[in-house]
């Protein structure tokens, strides 16, 4: 399984960025999805996750109202799609999957399987 984050880059705050996974090498469609981030000197967190069927999302509080996670199972590919950016933003993002998991279980970063390589996103005020 290999994914492949992109669509990272500075914005000023209050802008927008996209961000798209591709995935390969698994049944996309039957996999759940979940995007991470890491600020510099802290730990990585949860922001989104969608679950396979793209019916079901959750977000990070943090998050909630200012970013929209979907996917495109015919293009084996999820997006993150970010507005009003802030600075506390700022971080590398990383797309992960895994096999259908619990609900109540897909924040968790020890959930997920597979893991991109990241893409960088900074926010500047």
């Known amino acids: 399984v290999q994914l492949q984050a992109s669509g990272g880059g500075l914005v000023q705050a209050g802008g927008s960025l996209r961000l798209s996974c591709a995935a390969s090498?698994?049944?996309?469609?039957?996999?759940?999805m979940g995007w991470f981030r890491q600020a510099p000197g802290k730990e990585r967190e949860f922001a989104a996750a969608?679950?396979?069927?793209?019916?079901?999302?959750i977000y990070a509080d943090s998050v909630k109202g200012r970013f929209t996670i979907s996917r495109d199972n015919a293009k084996n590919a999820v997006y993150l799609q970010m507005n009003s950016l802030k600075p506390d933003d700022t971080a590398v993002y990383y797309c992960?999957?895994?096999?259908?998991?619990?609900?109540?279980?897909?924040?968790?970063?020890?959930?997920?399987?597979?893991w991109g390589q990241g893409t960088l996103v900074t926010v500047s005020s």
């Open positions: 992960a999957t895994t096999p259908r998991v619990a609900l109540s279980a897909l924040h968790l970063a020890s959930s997920y399987d597979y």
């Open positions: 090498g698994h049944t996309f469609r039957d996999w759940d």
């Open positions: 969608i679950r396979y069927r793209g019916g079901t999302t």
